[in-house]
């Protein structure tokens, strides 16, 4: 055991011995959380994290690293312990407040709310490290939960050996280009004979790698690349999903709440004059800005049942992400009393972003196309904490790593007006964002 580990390992030893007689008194159904203030001089230790999921926020300074599952379950469960009903007690300090991670399946499946509770979690709220400690009352002795709590916070905190550079052995596009045009073609003469308004294609890129990835350092170079992007990696289905969304679906504070209105896309190069000139022809494309206003239209129209007041910029500006840019335009509201993060998160889901518009009729028409989802692509993230407040974001930009093999995904809003050509480029763009962390593409 290194110095570092050693020492933040006995602090939280002593921290959970001081709780002690708290903890006993333990009663059966309740779920309890210590919070844990971690000294000053424990920055400079808490690098290179491990773990089983990890929610890296870098415009914010915010930072969560987790392990193990101290409950989950449905939404009506989460519920439960999020309510005032006290089955969810919290210890210790009170600047750090326990969190649930959730999430919601693909746009194109049945939208069941699903949660945990890590029960090691060390949160970042810029230079304040804190330990949450989590454990539903299950007959155990305090002194066998202590001891799962320390093993877990040390796996956290052991840095993982250095490993070489992830590297594609083969890959496969599904559908194929060609299939994949014809669906795009297919959808919008269903657009111009007026069956919706729009629909979003997606398409998957397989990848066999040469060796097994660590999802926690792909999160870093993830998040290294995408400073305005949530990165995080969460377990899923046997497997990672891996992801640097660009979207905030809902972010809560208090009764405060912002969603983005992201659509509409272009290549971003990193150089002005190019860049210059696609941010203009973007802002000026007709079908650009009638599939952005759709989706802002889409979000502004569900917001106005929860929120007292809705604001919203009267023209979109510019979001600048590594490989592409789109058009964005942010909405804020004052949410009305009793609504809760979990109430927006599943009402904006999925948004015209990711389904299309109307709703129903494009996801139907995504199913006649045959066009299935996984690895939580075009799903929703998220975190909410015992206050309820907290953030959720929509899955893109987006891989599911499963020992050697991995999915990547990525999807463009087909309109009446689209060319298929194009419309593949883009997509080409948005899977650039994940090729990248990757040696041989």
Request: proline letters at 5%; aromatic letters at 6%.
């Amino acid at each position: 055991m290194n110095a570092n580990l050693h020492g933040i390992s006995g602090f939280l030893e002593r921290a959970i011995a001081a709780s002690g007689e708290t903890l006993a008194t333990l009663a059966p159904g309740e779920l309890v959380s210590l919070a844990i203030a971690l000294p000053e001089s424990a920055e400079a230790r808490c690098q290179g994290l491990s773990g089983d999921c990890r929610w890296v926020s870098p415009p914010t300074g915010r930072a969560f690293y987790a392990a193990g599952k101290a409950v989950e379950g449905s939404r009506d469960e989460l519920d439960r312990l999020l309510s005032e009903e006290g089955v969810w007690r919290r210890i210790g300090d009170g600047s750090a407040s326990p969190l649930a991670f959730f999430t919601l399946p693909p746009a194109t499946a049945t939208q069941d709310l699903s949660f945990f509770v890590p029960r090691v979690l060390f949160r970042r709220e810029g230079t304040a490290w804190n330990v949450v400690l989590s454990a539903a009352h299950d007959g155990r002795a305090l002194q066998e939960i202590a001891s799962d709590w320390l093993g877990l916070a040390a796996a956290i905190l052991s840095q993982a050996e250095p490993v070489g550079e992830a590297r594609i052995e083969r890959s496969q596009a599904s559908p194929d280009e060609a299939t994949w045009k014809t669906r795009v073609a297919e959808t919008s003469a269903a657009i111009r004979d007026g069956r919706f308004d729009k629909a979003v294609l997606a398409r998957r890129l397989a990848l066999r790698l040469a060796e097994p990835v660590d999802p926690n350092r792909l999160v870093d170079r993830l998040a290294a690349a995408n400073a305005g992007s949530n990165v995080f990696s969460l377990p899923h289905g046997g497997g990672h999903v891996v992801a640097a969304s660009p979207e905030r679906l809902a972010v809560k504070k208090g009764r405060d709440i912002l969603s983005d209105g992201l659509a509409g896309t272009a290549r971003h190069a990193g150089e002005a004059p190019a860049d210059d000139a696609a941010e203009a022809a973007l802002f000026a494309s007709a079908k650009e800005r009638r599939e952005h206003a759709i989706v802002v239209d889409a979000i502004a129209a569900d917001l106005e049942d929860f929120c007292e007041t809705l604001e919203r910029p009267s023209a979109p500006g510019f979001m600048h992400l590594s490989r592409v840019t789109h058009l964005w335009t942010p909405l804020s509201g004052r949410l009305k009393p009793g609504v809760g993060l979990l109430d927006v998160a599943e009402r904006l889901h999925p948004t015209p972003a990711v389904s299309g518009f109307p709703r129903e009729t494009a996801i139907a028409w995504l199913k006649e196309l045959g066009e299935e989802r996984d690895g939580l692509y075009s799903g929703v993230a998220g975190w909410v904490d015992a206050d309820g407040d907290g953030e959720a974001a929509v899955v893109l930009r987006t891989a599911f790593f499963a020992g050697r093999e991995a999915s990547l995904w990525a999807g463009a809003g087909i309109m009446a007006q689209s060319d298929p050509a194009a419309e593949w480029m883009e997509t080409e763009m948005k899977l650039a964002t994940m090729l990248d962390l990757f040696a041989d593409k």
